[in-house]
């Protein structure tokens, strides 16, 4: 039992998880920005305004609350070791009090990640296989 726990304990540790941040500076009409990651890349970081929100989380989804209506410059950047990287720089409009959407192509798993997560599934397999038997 205390293994089956362990396992699911490291299992959840290490997926994707959402981020909710806040803007850091205080104004009267602020609306939300939602950055949404087609993937979860490994290390995703979301800029806004010149603003550091967030750095270097596993998520595929960032929510920033607070921004200052108007023109916001949102700039995303992700991918880790084993994952094609990617940046982007989008302009929105951000209305008081409602939320806007920035959708950004999320990185890519690499041929060596590909090779690599095929040997480490059959190699899985081939252990549940020798337990059973």
């Given at each position: 039992?205390?293994?089956?726990?362990?396992?699911?304990?490291?299992?959840?540790?290490?997926?994707?998880?959402n981020v909710t941040a806040h803007y850091p500076e205080g104004c009267a009409s602020t609306g939300t920005v939602i950055v949404r990651?087609?993937?979860?890349?490994?290390?995703?970081?979301?800029?806004?305004n010149?603003?550091?929100i967030v750095e270097d989380r596993h998520?595929?989804?960032?929510?920033?609350?607070?921004?200052?209506?108007?023109?916001a410059v949102v700039e995303v950047s992700a991918g880790g070791d084993r994952e094609t990287?990617?940046?982007e720089r989008r302009e929105v409009w951000v209305e008081p009090g409602r939320e806007v959407a920035v959708t950004v192509a999320g990185p890519e798993m690499t041929t060596a990640q590909g090779i690599y997560a095929g040997f480490?599934?059959?190699?899985?397999?081939?252990?549940?296989?020798?337990?059973?038997?």
């Open positions: 039992m205390t293994r089956w726990l362990a396992a699911l304990c490291a299992l959840a540790a290490g997926c994707a998880h990651l087609s993937n979860a890349a490994s290390n995703a970081t979301v800029i806004v010149g603003r550091l998520t595929a989804r960032v929510k920033v609350h607070g921004v200052p209506a108007g023109r990287g990617v940046s480490t599934t059959l190699g899985v397999w081939l252990v549940y296989a020798a337990l059973i038997l």
